[in-house]
């Protein structure tokens, strides 16, 4: 059973394919059913005929839900729609493809893609207690850059701040959005990641990673699910204590780029902060042809735990495309972008806060 707005998008996009060029899965892979046109065919003919879905799923699962498709839309359509519906069907029928449901068990095991166990012990001696400001660095972050997570926090006591770091074992449940889409399990989740977050009592929650980001400040609220305090996203706060004269900033020489993370470009229409953050340690900014709301996505996390193979491919042309700007770093504000791009020989990747931390 589909919506009425995802069968909507369905009708205009199954004729249509003038957002192939743009889709980062289609251009890695070459393979047409990777773009949202393929995509709505087949659920289109499902509706139809029925009993399409297993053959499908693989195809419904290999899209990073970047929205580069609804970016360059001229019609306003958004095939994340159509496409998360599908998931949920897929999922409630039994039909999700063996490598995706290795990833949900091990979500649902552990509250991560990745099926770690998060030591939140351990990371409670790095933090205060009873802090104004809530670190919410999510479960990329902490499982697969620690170091970025601890530039961030000594950021923050750099500028007077004590931060305590929220338990990443409560999910936002960003992951469990993008494998089974809008159920009733996923927002019951959300609901109790959000109270165990209220429950702090901080006044600012400051959220590392975009895709978080954009649960706890659209989709909670879309939802009816509050969080009892100000939510804002890393750049948007760094930028801010800049701002304030909050970090003594040992200004640097040097030609870098920016990668603008999908989720926050697109989804939460915040491209400045990281420039500005970029501008007040001096370096010269480069820019990609494809940056700000048309960046291209590197894959992501989700379709990093369970299609490697195809994020490989889009990391490896984003770095690329960095490198052919004759910047020296790549500068990324997404742990999971840090954790898929790898610039080899060409270029080094640098997380911005780690940046920031070096040189403050
Ligand atoms: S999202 Fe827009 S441009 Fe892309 S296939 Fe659908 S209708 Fe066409
Ligand atoms: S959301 Fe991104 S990956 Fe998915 S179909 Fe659109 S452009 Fe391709």
Redesign the pocket.
């Known amino acids: 059973m589909l919506t009425y707005e995802a069968k909507k998008t369905i009708n205009a996009c199954r004729f249509c394919w003038m ?1 192939r060029h ?5 251009v890695a892979t070459g393979k047409e059913n ?3 046109r393929a995509k709505a065919m087949f659920l289109y003919l499902n509706e139809k005929k029925g009993n399409l879905e297993g053959e499908i799923a693989q195809d419904l699962y290999e ?7 609804a970016a360059n839309c001229e019609t306003g359509y958004e ?2 729609i159509y ?1 998360r519906e599908a998931r949920a069907n897929l999922a409630a029928g039994g039909l999700v493809p063996e490598k995706v449901e290795r990833v949900i068990d091990a979500l649902e095991r552990t509250g991560n893609v990745y099926g770690a166990n998060i030591d939140m012990q351990a990371w409670e001696k790095e933090c205060k207690k009873d802090c104004g400001v809530l670190v919410y660095a999510g479960a990329a972050a902490l499982i697969k850059t620690p170091e970025n997570v601890r530039a961030f926090l000594s950021l923050l006591n750099k500028a007077g701040l004590n931060a305590s770091l929220a338990n990443a074992n409560c999910s936002s449940v960003a992951a469990e959005y993008d494998l089974l889409g809008d159920v009733a399990e996923v927002r019951e989740k959300a609901t109790k990641c959000a109270s165990e977050l209220s429950s702090h009592g901080a006044e600012k929650l400051i959220v590392l990673d975009p895709s978080d980001a954009v649960m706890f400040k659209q989709k909670y609220p879309a939802w009816g699910i509050r969080v009892d305090m100000e939510v804002v996203t890393a750049t948007s706060f760094v930028a801010g204590l800049i701002d304030a004269g909050k970090l003594n900033i040992r200004r640097q020489s040097g030609h870098v780029t920016y990668h603008d993370p999908c989720r926050l470009a697109r989804d939460l229409d915040e491209t400045e902060a990281a420039r500005h953050i970029i501008a007040a340690m001096g370096y010269e900014l480069s820019e990609m042809l494809e940056s700000r709301k048309l960046t291209r ?1 590197c894959g992501g996390q989700v379709l990093a735990a369970h299609a490697p193979e195809i994020v490989e491919k889009m990391a490896a042309s984003r770095a690329e495309e960095a490198a052919r700007t004759g910047a020296e770093i790549l500068v990324t504000a997404c742990p999971g972008c840090f954790a898929n791009l790898d610039g080899g020989e060409y270029i080094e990747v640098a997380d911005i806060f780690s940046l920031l931390d070096r040189c403050t």
């Open positions: 957002c743009v889709c980062p899965v289609g990777n773009g949202p899209c990073a839900l970047c929205n580069a498709c095939p994340a496409i996505c």
